[in-house]
């Protein structure tokens, strides 16, 4: 899979959790940023406009799902992969309409997430 030219958000509150993932993806030649609130997500998703993002639900002042309705309002083509240590169905009610991809259970392996990854980059 390459990687190279895909710009990539990692949104989690857990800074570790985020540059470990990041520090992954550069491995893969991904550019890779992170952001650790929603604010900062929103500034880099506007400043960088990446082509996907990984969202955590469980973030501090408003929820991953608040924030991706706020991104969705003017940007409709970001890829979205949810990433949460608590179990969803994206076909669940509340993330209708969000054009969510895939939803990663935490912790993963990089071999789940490099196969999401691939499927929706092919």
């Not at 993002?53 to 890829?79: A, H």
């Not at 209708?96 to 980059?121: Q, R, T, W």
Request: charged fraction near 25%; include cysteine; aromatic fraction near 6%.
């Amino acid at each position: 899979m390459n990687l190279n030219n895909i710009r990539l958000l990692v949104v989690d509150d857990e800074k570790d959790v985020c540059e470990y993932i990041a520090t992954h993806l550069k491995r893969r030649g991904c550019d890779a940023f992170v952001a650790n609130t929603p604010e900062e997500a929103l500034t880099l998703i506007k400043a960088k406009n990446p082509h996907i993002m990984l969202l955590d639900i469980n973030l501090p002042g408003m929820s991953g799902i608040e924030l991706l309705k706020l991104v969705r309002q003017f940007n409709t083509v970001i890829k979205v992969i949810i990433i949460s240590g608590y179990p969803m169905d994206i076909n669940d009610s509340q993330f209708k309409g969000l054009d969510i991809l895939e939803f990663i259970h935490k912790p993963f392996p990089f071999a789940v997430l490099d196969s999401v990854l691939e499927k929706i980059l092919t």
